[in-house]
């Protein structure tokens, strides 16, 4: 994987370095909060977890619920500041220890990852909420991945953008932001929607057995075949991102 170094002051809004500070907070507020970042793709996001009592049961509770996201999507670098990192270490989940960084110090952790970030494309179209948004998706995709050299993702990447778009229109009905992430072979799918906080409390999930969630409708469980990984992350104010993962073959 191609890397390059993040150049300092040169952050671009949503898309750059992100401090979480977790002293005096509890592990939920911060694993919320971690994902907010997530949703915006940042390159950066350090987790000062310095001043909280058990570290090590602190990171479990942190990355675990973000850690298919981590593994799927090479575009964030993590750096967690821990007072034992060392000793922390074996509890990083082995899909995402090439992309977490342990460190005591931020400014250890910073100029480490800033030589790990991977090269990255991105590109954001709006759509208003309406059936032919689902069209101009696709259309936006195809001309996308044309562009990036990534025709053989055209089909696998234009049923979800069509799926994720029609399935946000449908539940929250707002304007919606599609946003593509290409790094390598990988491409990222963000669909942003500006529901109110009654629709974050439905999000779509995907369970091991469909069976078990009866509710789940077909075109998730067609994204669920198409993906590395998807799932949803809730805004910082109002509304949800919806992410897939997509890989060329």
């Not at 910073?110 to 709006?126: C, D, G, I, N, W």
């Not at 032919?132 to 001309?143: L, N, P, S, W, Y």
Request: glycine share 6%; net charge negative; charged share 20%.
């Amino acid at each position: 994987m191609a890397t390059g170094v993040l150049p300092l002051g040169t952050e671009p809004p949503g898309a750059g370095i992100v401090r979480i500070t977790g002293r005096y907070r509890l592990p939920s507020d911060v694993g919320s909060e971690f994902k907010h970042a997530l949703a915006e793709n940042p390159q950066i996001v350090i987790l000062d977890l310095n001043g909280m009592s058990g570290n090590s049961h602190l990171l479990s509770e942190v990355l675990d619920p973000v850690a298919p996201y981590l593994a799927a999507w090479p575009g964030t670098v993590t750096v967690v500041c821990l007072a034992d990192p060392a000793g922390s270490a074996h509890v990083l989940p082995p899909t995402i220890t090439d992309r977490v960084l342990l460190t005591v110090s931020a400014e250890d952790g910073m100029e480490r990852a800033r030589h790990m970030v991977p090269l990255q494309h991105r590109t954001t179209t709006f759509l208003t909420p309406q059936l032919e948004a689902a069209e101009d998706a696709r259309v936006f995709t195809r001309r996308m991945l044309r562009d990036w050299e990534l025709q053989d993702l055209t089909w696998p990447a234009s049923v979800v953008v069509s799926e994720l778009v029609t399935h946000s229109i449908m539940h929250a009905q707002t304007v919606l932001d599609l946003t593509l992430s290409r790094v390598d072979h990988l491409v990222r799918i963000a669909v942003h929607d500006y529901g109110s906080d009654s629709v974050q409390l439905t999000l779509p999930r995907a369970p091991l057995d469909p069976m078990e969630d009866p509710l789940l409708d077909r075109g998730l469980l067609v994204v669920r075949a198409l993906t590395r990984s998807w799932g949803v992350f809730p805004s910082r104010v109002h509304g949800k991102t919806v992410w897939a993962v997509i890989e060329a073959p």
